[in-house]
């Protein structure tokens, strides 16, 4: 299997709880209370970790939620390059309303990186030896950081002969795009901002995903439809996958786990649509753990099966 390397610049500190109703004015009392290390990468690492990949994640660290952060991704067992910063890793927290089964999800900007401590983790990237066979870019841009570092990221993999994978929205992932990455996986939001079309059909949303590929922008896109599914568009593959029937507990984790899943089967040299099966079963098996609990293996292999992957129609609505 491929050595993988995350990067995550912006990680949190993950907080969830869960009270009986969210109301102003008043105390809430919660229970349940769970912290987890998160960020984009960081949440991508430990579901590559739990299925068996050879993945390290790269992180800026900074202050005692940075330390907290990187003590519980110690117990996870995942191999961590944290990168020292003078700002606070920030915090994100999760409410679970028990009386709606609502989930209230705060996130928070993270710490003003200066220049040199975001170029550290460029150059740390840059100084890896043997050079990772994928590296996965994943999770907002904190302030301070320009909105090319994906694309950065990027320049440095075509060089070294990495495939990026990157996972972000808005001017990050627009400039990455410019660039040329391996992998990207915007939601059906995010591609109808970048491209400025509706896309009001499956169809529609292929051409779009189509056109990205013709002009090198990505190799592989897959678009999260949410409830509605996931599609995958490559040069030769078209394939949508309806949602699985697991009950849903929490949706935090589900995209960075479908990321993992994805990432896993390539490194381990199986086709994309297996690969993006195992996206499916990774998304859907975090669904069912609270917080940031994100997906169990022994989950992950079990709804794999049952995955569809399907030809679109093209007049499907979305």
Request: a neutral charge.
């Amino acid at each position: 299997m491929a050595e993988i390397l995350t990067v995550t610049i912006n990680p949190a500190l993950d907080v969830s709880a869960s009270t009986a109703q969210v109301r102003p004015a008043h105390k809430l009392r919660c229970q349940q209370v769970q912290r987890h290390p998160g960020g984009g990468g960081v949440n991508v690492a430990r579901v590559l970790h739990r299925l068996g990949a050879r993945v390290s994640a790269l992180y800026t660290l900074g202050g005692s939620t940075g330390q907290m952060l990187a003590a519980l991704l110690g117990e996870e067992g995942v191999p961590g390059l944290p990168v020292p910063i003078a700002g606070h890793t920030r915090e994100s927290f999760t409410v679970a309303e028990s009386s709606s089964a609502q989930e209230y999800r705060f996130v928070l900007p993270g710490p003003t990186l200066s220049a040199p401590e975001w170029q550290a983790c460029l150059d740390r990237v840059a100084a890896l030896h043997p050079v990772p066979g994928f590296v996965v870019g994943s999770g907002s841009l904190p302030p301070g950081v320009p909105d090319d570092f994906y694309a950065r990221l990027g320049q440095w993999a075509r060089a070294a002969g990495a495939r990026l994978v990157v996972d972000t929205s808005g001017p990050a992932l627009a400039k990455a795009l410019e660039q040329g990455v391996f992998l990207v996986k915007p939601s059906l939001r995010e591609i109808r901002d970048l491209t400025g079309r509706t896309l009001g059909t499956m169809g529609e949303l292929q051409h779009a995903a189509q056109d990205w590929i013709r002009a090198g922008r990505a190799e592989v896109v897959v678009v999260s439809l949410g409830e509605q599914g996931a599609l995958l568009v490559t040069a030769g593959e078209c394939v949508f996958a309806p949602p699985l029937p697991v009950t849903v507990v929490s949706a935090v984790g589900a995209g960075d786990s479908f990321v993992a899943g994805m990432v896993w089967a390539l490194a381990a040299g199986q086709d994309v649509v297996q690969a993006f099966r195992y996206g499916v079963a990774c998304a859907s098996a975090a669904l069912m753990s609270s917080g940031t609990g994100l997906c169990a293996a022994d989950d992950v292999h079990r709804l794999v099966a049952q995955v569809q992957c399907q030809q679109i129609v093209s007049g499907y609505a979305i």
